[in-house]
């Protein structure tokens, strides 16, 4: 048993000098998390920015302003982004419409997450924007505001805060759904770890890196939503 135990740490300490210290492989790990958060951030960004502009459109309808041809719009890009693999987007986008375009992968993939995430965003927008009570409206109308001024002087600034959870629930399905980027050959986290496996043909300890990675830093932004949601929780009680 001593032998067995023994050749194998000796085994795993060769293929762990092998898969991260040769030719400083560790490092390809580190340049794939900045491509991982680069993406995430700035897929991020765009989801919000195209999240909050559709849950304006389509909370519309319920304060007397719907515009039906955009509205149609706006809920058929929920339907069909919602209803479709991100994949699929990803390889659409790069393979299709950006096909004969000079353009960085990465912009490329942070456009295709941001395009995917807005749809969700939306969502959950609108739900923040009709969680907050319709009297907050009508009391914004009658000291004088427009609508657009009520919704981002009243209401917008209570729904973000009730939504602010489900936000960074969505910011860790973001980071994740990442991972997919390699099908278009962008050099993020996942991709790094599977290039050290190609190389040293030991998938244990490379893809190990990479979960544990991914891990560490959906338990930081966990921690930090229980942290916000406390403080929330503490503001609404005073």
């Known amino acids: 048993m001593s032998t067995f135990v023994a050749s194998a740490f000796s085994t795993l300490k060769e293929n762990f000098y092998n898969d991260f210290i040769v030719d400083n492989r560790w490092k390809w790990l580190l340049e794939g998390l900045g ?3 680069q993406i995430t951030f700035m897929a991020t960004l765009l989801g919000i920015i195209i999240g909050l502009l559709l849950a304006l459109v389509k909370v519309s309808q319920f304060h007397g302003r719907k515009i039906p041809v955009l509205s149609q719009l706006v809920d058929g890009y929920v339907l069909v982004i919602r209803g479709t693999p991100i994949v699929v987007q990803l390889l659409i986008i790069y393979y299709v419409i950006f096909a004969s375009v000079a353009i960085d992968k990465v912009v490329v993939a942070a456009l295709a997450f941001g395009l995917n ?8 927008f609108r739900a923040g924007i009709q969680s907050v009570d319709s009297g907050q409206m009508e009391a914004g109308r009658s000291l004088g505001l427009g609508y657009g001024m009520s919704m981002r002087k009243i209401i917008l600034p ?3 805060k009730n939504t602010l959870p489900a936000l960074f629930n969505e910011l860790i399905t973001l980071l994740k ?4 980027a390699g099908y278009i050959a962008v050099a993020d986290l996942t991709r790094a770890g599977d290039l050290i496996r190609a190389r040293t043909f030991d998938p244990l300890l490379p893809l190990l890196a990479v979960a544990l990675i991914y891990l560490v830093i959906v338990a930081l932004l966990t921690r930090v939503m229980r ?3 406390r403080r929330l929780a503490r503001s609404d009680h005073r």
């Open 117 to 124: 995430s807005g749809a969700y965003v939306a969502e959950i």
């Open 35 to 37: 491509v991982t958060l």
């Open 227 to 229: 942290l916000l949601e």
């Open 158 to 160: 209570q729904a973000i």
């Open 177 to 180: 759904e990442t991972a997919v």
